[in-house]
């Protein structure tokens, strides 16, 4: 008896509409197999939501079910990988901002407490 699997998982996060009836089937059959595994209904949840299929909304209740923290499913169902990326970036930026106002600042602290120690 041949085994179908999937090769690649992240491409599955990453990609969840550009997965296949095939992989989605393995996912659905593997979850059955395992049913106590969280992580292959929170597979098959992102799928189903990017893909706009039906069955979205009784997966992600056997998801939520498994799940111990509801507020990181929902992020990583709902997030794709250029929202995260737009994330970082503006995260960064706003690091970057931060330290340029710091070093804008600085002289102007060395000014005063230099003009305070008279």
């Known amino acids: 008896m041949v085994e179908s699997s999937i090769k ?3 491409k599955i996060l990453d990609h969840p509409e550009q997965t296949t009836e095939e992989e989605l089937s393995y996912l659905f059959n593997l979850s059955m197999k ?9 597979l098959i949840a992102k799928v189903l939501k990017a893909q706009n299929r039906t069955g979205f909304n009784n997966i992600i209740k ?3 079910l498994r799940s111990n923290n509801r507020k990181q499913l929902h992020n990583i169902i709902n997030t794709s990988k250029k929202e995260e990326s737009s994330d970082l970036i503006k995260e960064k930026q706003t690091k970057i901002e931060l330290k340029t106002n710091q070093e804008e600042i600085s002289p102007i602290r060395k000014f005063y407490t230099e003009i305070s120690s008279f």
Do not use: H, P, W
Not at 34 to 42: D, Q
């Open 8 to 10: 690649n998982i992240s």
């Open 62 to 64: 056997s998801a939520a």
């Open 34 to 42: 395992n049913s106590y595994s969280g992580f292959c209904f929170l």
